[in-house]
T-cell receptor, first 111, second 108 residues
Framework: DQQVKQNSPSLSVQEGRISILNCDYT??????FLWYKKYPAEGPTFLISISSIKDKNEDGRFTVFLNKSAKHLSLHIVPSQPGDSAVYFC??????????FGKGTRLHILP | DTGVSQNPRHKITKRGQNVTFRCDPI?????LYWYRQTLGQGPEFLTY????????KSRLLSDRFSAERPKGSFSTLEIQRTEQGDSAMYLC??????FGPGTRLTVL
């Protein structure tokens, strides 16, 4: 049973517009959430994280929103740039400190 | 380079052979994680270490898999009697924020 779900396998967004990537989770014990970006033949690169005591965290063009009651988080990228084209993974951690990944969403930034 | 390194980057082997991968984490990090990623999936947790102690192993880690971190520095992941289903990218992470480039294993 998937504890972290990314229901959109792919997403296409025009350059300069906002990209919104969504993630749902089922385990209410998760208290720390992370987003990673991955290019082919490379390991995941950490982007941004959020603790369950917050509902928003911002870092430059990247903002993560957390809705605990809905068990939902989203990553907003604005403005989207060509270099943002990659696979994005949502991940969650409980007090065990290991992380559980979603299946990823492939983001295409269109010129 | 002070990041996480993994060797080899690619490994092609025949079914039934043993393979060993190495991970060198960031030196001051106590935690070291191993993950496996197959096509179309996110990385799946295999095991992790706090210094030299192996704290947790996933059910994915069958008896053919063994991981060590003998001096709390580098780690090795060995797969014995490889099967075609072992073909995947094996990722090492030094803390949760720093992943290595991975070792891609192909079992023929």
């Amino acid at each position: 049973d998937q504890q972290v779900k990314q229901n959109s396998p792919s997403l296409s967004v025009q350059e300069g517009r906002i990209s919104i990537l969504n993630c749902d989770y089922t385990n209410s014990m998760f208290d720390y959430f992370l987003w990673y970006k991955k290019y082919p033949a490379e390991g995941p690169t950490f982007l941004i994280s959020i603790s369950s005591i917050k509902d928003k965290n911002e870092d430059g063009r990247f903002t993560v929103f957390l809705n605990k009651s809905a068990k939902h988080l989203s990553l907003h990228i604005v403005p989207s740039q060509p270099g943002d084209s990659a696979v994005y993974f949502c991940a969650a951690s409980d007090r065990d400190d290991k992380i559980i990944f979603g299946k990823g969403t492939r983001l295409h930034i269109l010129p | 380079d002070t990041g996480v390194s993994q060797n080899p980057r690619h490994k092609i082997t025949k079914r039934g052979q043993n393979v060993t991968f190495r991970c060198d984490p960031i030196s001051e990090h106590n935690r070291l994680y191993w993950y496996r990623q197959t096509l179309g999936q996110g990385p799946e947790f295999l095991t992790y270490f706090q210094n030299e102690a192996q704290l947790e192993k996933s059910r994915l880690l069958s008896d053919r898999f063994s991981a060590e971190r003998p001096k709390g520095s580098f780690s090795t992941l060995e797969i014995q009697r490889t099967e075609q289903g072992d073909s995947a990218m094996y990722l090492c992470a030094s803390s949760l924020q720093y992943f290595g480039p991975g070792t891609r294993l192909t079992v023929l």
